[in-house]
């Protein structure tokens, strides 16, 4: 092999191997839009922004047109939680979804992330929504966080969460577990959420209760 000709053939495999990470980039940049618009209905996932999660945290894939976004949140590494969220939820809950994912894209501690989000409502960055809405998790792929500090999560069935600032399961006469017909993850905080269980989709048991 000559020199000239063994350039080229470092040149061609650089090219091939760019060529593949940028289309395994774009497949799973594909798989992560569909997993996001799994959890909402037609009628809002039609017009529904989204966004993605790159090497820097979170990046949008597509404009809202109807004030809804639909994520792939994973509170805790191992949790899979595609949402879609109303406008109110976008300008009050999105923020501290992507602190956690701009955190940790930087290699942070999640101990460290948990304490950075309590920062922020503490500061008043993260504030509770100021009116009643939903956020759609109706995807049938939902494994979503039971113990933040453990890092433990479960599938759960598909769900409709609606804010309760500051509310608890015994407020709603609920006794809190899954097999009630509602109950209040987050409980008494400014992001707790009503949490009533839709006929369709998924499979699992519990949901997770931890504060942000």
């Known amino acids: 092999m000559t020199a000239r000709s063994g350039l080229a053939l470092a040149v061609f495999l650089a090219t091939s191997t760019t060529a593949v990470t940028a289309a395994r980039a774009d497949s799973d940049r594909d798989k992560e839009i569909a997993l996001a618009l799994e959890a909402g209905p037609a009628t809002v996932t039609a017009k529904a922004g989204v966004w ?11 404009e809202s ?34 602190l956690v994912a701009q955190l940790r894209a930087k290699g942070t501690a ?22 009643p809405g939903v956020i759609y998790m109706m995807s049938p792929h939902n494994v979503v ?16 969460m609606f804010y309760a600032p500051n509310l608890t399961s015994a407020d709603l006469g609920s ?12 409980e008494g905080t400014p992001h707790a959420l009503m949490i009533v269980p839709v006929a369709m989709g998924g499979g699992g048991h519990m949901h997770g209760s931890q504060a942000p």
């Open 145 to 160: 966080t039971i113990d933040e500090d453990k890092g433990v999560a479960q599938p759960f069935p598909g769900h409709l």
């Open 175 to 186: 006794d809190g577990t899954p097999a009630s017909p509602l109950f209040v993850v987050d």
């Open 52 to 62: 993605v999660h790159d090497k820097t945290g979170y990046v949008q894939a597509r």
């Open 65 to 98: 047109k109807n004030g809804f976004v639909c994520i792939v949140d994973h509170r805790i590494p191992n949790a899979v939680e595609p949402q879609c969220m109303d406008a109110e939820g976008v300008k009050t809950f999105f923020p501290k979804y992507q």
């Open 110 to 131: 999640e101990p460290d992330i948990r304490k950075a989000v309590k920062a922020a409502f503490a500061s008043g960055a993260f504030k509770a929504p100021a009116r």
